[in-house]
């Protein structure tokens, strides 16, 4: 099975940091890596897929880089809607073997 | 608009049997494969399995097999989570999500990129004696 790792689990962020999120996997995955944003109470929402492929309705605020095993979520100037849990997900191989990683709770500073 | 409705909450005691359901508009049903994620309270996001609803060809994660059921009727554009017989520790919320795909260079890379693109609201399962 492919494990995910994130770091940080959680950071405290101030209105117009900037701010990285890193998810490693435990073998390549080539591109095959999606972020999800989830807000207290509600379902997760896509943001990338295919580890920088912007979701339509995204801020470009995100971004996502990264290709094999190391990924990183990139927000370019953290917003207040932005406080909320980010999750990485692996799509590659068979899709009931798809894997999210552990989260990483941004926090308002 | 593309939308998956799960029903409501629901509490049980250990041993009973359970149904949740999850139904989708706005699309072709049987186009997308629907799967389920599990979310423990205060935890993260586990995936569970899913379906395809076109012919019901079912995969679960090794985490989940034999511990559920997930079924389709796609004359009602309905997805099924079950458990025959629940444990406390299945409490906890549970989502569908529709299994899109993209495309993202075509003249470079040839490969299908899948996400879950379309949530539902969730559904909250209590088992408690």
């Known amino acids: 099975d492919i494990q995910m790792t994130q770091s940080p689990s959680s950071l405290s962020a101030s209105v117009g940091d900037r701010v990285t999120i890193t998810c490693r996997a435990s073998?390549?995955?080539?591109?095959?890596l999606n972020w999800y944003q989830q807000k207290p109470g509600k379902a997760p929402k896509v943001l990338i897929y295919?580890?920088?492929s912007l979701q339509s309705g995204v801020p470009s605020t995100f971004s996502g880089s990264g290709s094999g095993t190391d990924f990183t979520l990139t927000i370019s100037s953290v917003q207040p809607d932005d406080f909320a849990t980010y999750y990485c997900?692996?799509?590659?191989?068979?899709?009931?073997?798809?894997?999210f990683g552990q989260g990483t709770k941004v926090d308002m500073k | 608009e593309v939308q998956l409705v799960q029903s409501g909450a629901e509490v049980k005691k250990p041993g009973q049997s359970l149904k949740i359901s999850c139904k989708g508009s706005?699309?072709?049903?049987?186009?997308?494969?629907i799967g389920w994620a599990r979310q423990m309270s205060g935890k993260g996001l586990e995936w569970m399995g899913l379906i395809d609803p076109e012919d019901s060809d079912t995969r679960y994660s090794p985490s989940f097999q034999g511990q559920v059921t997930i079924s389709a009727d796609a004359s009602i554009n309905t997805v099924y989570l079950q458990w025959g017989s629940l444990k406390a520790s299945d409490t906890a919320m549970y989502y569908c999500?529709?299994?899109?795909?993209?495309?993202?260079?075509?003249?470079?890379?040839?490969?299908?990129?899948?996400?879950?693109?379309?949530w539902g609201q969730g559904t909250a399962v209590t088992v408690s004696s």
């Open positions: 706005g699309y072709s049903f049987t186009s997308h494969l």
């Open positions: 999500a529709l299994l899109a795909h993209s495309y993202v260079d075509t003249d470079v890379d040839p490969h299908k990129y899948y996400f879950l693109d379309v």
């Open positions: 073998q390549s995955i080539g591109r095959f």
């Open positions: 295919a580890a920088s």
């Open positions: 997900q692996q799509s590659f191989g068979a899709p009931q073997m798809y894997t």
